[in-house]
């Protein structure tokens, strides 16, 4: 499965952009758009369709043509669309692609965190990298450039097991620093001792970016989100939490959290995730919980593909799919984003980390279909996630960095039909991804990864014993 990505690298900082559909400012008109020095100068209506005998048409501009890094690149967009690069506010890029060692028979996820659990002491550091490199290629070439990612924290196994990931992740995370932006949130483990809590600040010394965990699945969940949130404060760091991530309508972790955003004064700086209890719980239960989330600054990820894959499964028919109430978080007002969450890994047997493939299966899940559902699936994917990163140098507007995909349609309506394939991904002053280049990662620095990982993951290989 090889992704076109240009193979020269090159900076091309200054661009001009003619016939732009910004479907996140105004539909009716076409805009041109203008990047210097690799930041946003100028967002401009102009009239319709305009022809300029100066600028070529993106289906034949090629960035290797331009030799000079000062010169002013002038393409046409022929009415294309244009988003902000796309933000994945919640993978696992750790466990990505571990399906082909590590199986799950019963689709649950307890027998996926069970799995896992067992078998992550004998992954080495170099496959976790090599692992976190490709799903986060992966997903820069349908256009993410932003990421945040939860790290398995085994701790249970040894303490080597458990640094060893976050070695591994900040490894990858300065590997892919030019090219698209990591989060690293640890999963805590539950039901700590002092050793145990030695070992976390240890890790949380190392440059981590905020605290993760999973509480629902403790038996002391109120101590662990206590000792969570003064771990955050000590550090000062955010929190992001699987919160509820289960069929279980009596399962409310979510309410200590918000309690506990409120009286640490952490509102904003806590995110919420999965929230699958929510969508068992009657209206009754559920709408003054939501109210509670949306007052103490919480903010939210769903993910839909996982959830409806691993929930339900201890139903008979009706089947619950898990998939919390997207539609009536939004109306109260809090931030929730749709997200990729696993890849090819005993959670998720698919998934390819593109952000509109997610956002059309919340769609279904949620009944998001109208034409003004679809909008708000596209912030979903764009500048909700960013807040909930916190990103401030993100959007299409002037004084900004330049980060963007380009997608071969021309509605919201035409993006979730066709999910074109062919993109174009702009960052950091570099085009990383042309829609209509064969090249791949060769002649750059990532190559080795991209490819030992392609190796190390065959998607034909039978699981074992499967
Ligand atoms: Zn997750």
Known sequence: MMIGMVAALASLENLELLNVRLPMEDEACLFQVSVRNGKWTRIQIQEANAVQPDFTSLEHWSPGATTDPSAICQIDLEGKLLLPGFVDSHMHLDKSFSLTTVGNVTGTLEEAVRNYSAASPGFSKFEIQSRMMRSSLQALSFGTTHIRTHLDFNMRASREVALRTIE?????????????????????????????????????????????????????????????????????????????????????????????????????????????????????????????????????????????????????????????????????????????????????????????????????????????????????????????????????????????????????????????????????????RMAASKASWQDTALSKYWEQASEMVSFLKPLEGG
């Open 168 to 432: 591994a992740a900040l490894e990858a995370r300065q590997l892919l620093a030019p090219y698209v932006k990591l989060q690293l949130f640890p999963m805590l483990p539950y039901n700590m001792n002092s050793a145990d809590v030695e070992v976390v600040e240890e890790a949380l010394r190392m440059g981590v970016d905020g605290i993760g965990g999973a509480p629902h699945l403790s038996q002391t969940p109120k101590e662990d989100i206590d000792r969570i949130f003064g771990l955050a404060e000590k550090y000062n760091l955010p929190i992001d939490l699987h919160s509820d991530e289960t069929d279980n309508p009596l399962m409310r972790t979510v309410e200590h959290i918000a309690l506990r955003t409120r009286e640490y004064g952490y509102a904003g700086r806590v995110t919420v995730d999965h929230l699958c209890a929510l969508a068992s719980m009657t209206d009754e239960d559920a709408l003054p919980l939501i109210e509670r989330m949306a007052e103490s600054g919480l903010k939210a990820v769903s993910l839909p593909a996982v959830n409806l894959y691993l929930q339900g499964r201890h139903d008979s028919f009706p089947v619950r799919r898990g998939v919390t109430r997207l539609k009536q978080i939004w109306d109260a007002g809090m931030k929730i984003a749709v997200a990729s969450d696993n890849i090819h890994d005993p959670f998720h047997p698919f998934g390819r980390g593109d952000l509109v493939q997610i956002a059309l299966i919340g769609s279904y899940a949620a009944h998001m279909g109208s034409s003004a559902d679809l909008r708000t699936l596209l912030r979903m994917i764009t500048d909700v996630p960013a807040a909930v990163l916190d990103l401030e140098d993100y959007g299409v507007r002037p004084g900004v960095s330049a980060s963007f995909v380009i997608l071969d349609c021309e509605s919201p309506e035409e993006l979730f039909t066709l999910l074109p394939d062919r993109r174009w991904v702009y960052n950091q002053g570099k085009w990383l």
